[in-house]
């Protein structure tokens, strides 16, 4: 029998089961670029920047994935869940009229053993409105966490947001990682707003 089109189910074909759509809080948070003092973030001996250009376009998209893969905002946004979509995401953000630039970093590890540099980071920022920048997403490869990079990938892009003349910058975290929250508090952002956005969860 086939049902209408409004009556279908999303099914999980690998484990066999339905996929529930579910409502995931968010917190939009703000950092005040003309009154805040922007943080400080040194980054760690063994690692540095790239500034945006289009040839690194695919290593951003290659840390996007290994950095949200199989993470729980890739329920809320599935591009972060393969490399196809990272690439796309890349694309769409780096084309937008409100792209900019100076807020897209790439963060390179010099990889002693394989004597070469290898990327672990990346964040991108847009013109949201007309005195607002929204960082896009904040990408730390798994093997690299726990140094500080995050804190420094978004003092780059908060700098970025500021000589660009913005007022403020944003972000959005999912209420269900704590860690982040706290990161981001720490560095200066405030709660702004509690939204929700729809996802798709696989029952246990």
Known sequence: MVFPVAHRVPVC?????RIMPVW????RMKFDLMRQTLPEAPLPAGYS???WRERWLEAHARVKFLSFENGAD??????????NGCLRLMRDITTRDGFL???CWLLIC??????RQVPCGTIQGIRSDVDTGAIQNIGVVP??????????????ALTGFRSA????GTLEVTARNPDAVRLYTRLGFQLDQVIYKPGNVAPM
Do not use: M, Y
Request: net charge positive; proline share 4%.
């Open 165 to 168: 003349g913005l007022r403020w």
């Open 24 to 27: 995931f809080r968010r917190f």
């Open 74 to 83: 890739t329920a809320v946004f599935p591009s972060l869940g393969s490399e």
């Open 101 to 103: 630039p100076e807020t």
């Open 143 to 156: 093997k690299h966490r726990g140094r500080g990079l995050g804190s420094c990938l978004i003092a780059a």
């Open 49 to 51: 920047f790239v500034g």
């Open 13 to 17: 074909v690998k484990w066999n089961c």
């Open 110 to 115: 010099d990889d002693q053993a394989a004597r």
